[in-house]
């Protein structure tokens, strides 16, 4: 019946698109969204995840 977990999970996941779109609007007005873009891809993809083997 506790909502604390999702309420945070939903924090998160705000705070990191927000920070995403932030850093997007940066680069694109540099003008370097296409390399911003395909390093964020790229560092995503090779994350690991702690814990999970």
Do not use: P, S, W
């Given at each position: 019946?506790?909502?604390?977990?999702?309420?945070?999970?939903?924090?998160?996941?705000?705070?990191?698109?927000?920070?995403?779109?932030?850093?997007?609007?940066?680069?694109?007005?540099?003008?370097?969204?296409?390399?911003?873009?395909k390093a964020f891809v790229a560092d995503y993809k090779t994350r690991?995840?702690?814990?999970?083997?």
């Open positions: 019946e506790e909502i604390l977990g999702l309420r945070l999970i939903t924090l998160h996941n705000l705070h990191f698109y927000l920070n995403l779109m932030n850093q997007a609007r940066a680069e694109i007005e540099k003008g370097t969204f296409d390399q911003f873009c690991d995840v702690l814990g999970v083997e």
